[in-house]
């Protein structure tokens, strides 16, 4: 009788990250985003897991709610990476509609049994403190309705530091890139122990 030594290989688990620019290596070359570097990471840590970046520049929560049910069905993801908003609040939307979509996307995502990381953001100040604080919060307030992780500003010591910073004021440069990422592994892995 033969036997077979091989090792089988683990099941492949799907992270999908939906987010905008920020995300999408906006103005930058795909491997030095945050997202490519925790592909890097993971695979040396987490080789069972497979990312699959559907982020895409200027996307808002409507639009993000629009291509999410597909992206659901085809990729079937063990984790979503939540990552819109900002764009909603720098054209002023109302924001009780941003917390709706974002809150649809959770609720698709948990009837999907995905474990969710919701990551939140500041918009600049000028904006006004009413609205830039409102948007702020509601990140806390999603977290704390559907039990979710979340980051409160994916940007905490990056986007003060012109250093690392691109020239629009809004995205993280190269340098800034590893920072973020840092930022979000916290609460991140954590959430890839629960298989």
Known sequence: MLFCSYAQAAPT???????????????LR????????????LSQSHPQISIINASVGGETTQGGMARFPALLKQYHPRWVILELGANDALRGYPLDQTTKN????????Q???????????????NYG???????????????EQYNVSYVPFMLKGVALNKNLMQS???????????????????YLLPLLKKN
Do not use: C
């Not at 974002?102 to 995502?109: D, K």
């Not at 403190?129 to 977290?143: E, I, P, S, V």
């Open 168 to 186: 629009d004021g809004l995205h993280p440069n190269a340098k800034g890139q590893p920072i973020v990422l840092q930022t979000i592994l916290p």
């Open 13 to 27: 688990h799907n992270l999908l990250v939906m987010g905008d620019s920020l995300s999408a290596a906006h103005n």
């Open 30 to 41: 795909q491997q030095d985003g945050w997202v490519s570097l925790l592909k890097t990471k």
């Open 129 to 143: 403190k009413r609205y830039t604080d409102m948007f702020f919060g509601l990140y806390k307030t999603l977290a």
């Open 102 to 109: 974002l809150g649809s996307m959770i609720e698709q995502a």
């Open 111 to 125: 009837q999907n049994k995905a474990i969710v990381l919701l990551i939140g953001n500041r918009i600049p100040q």
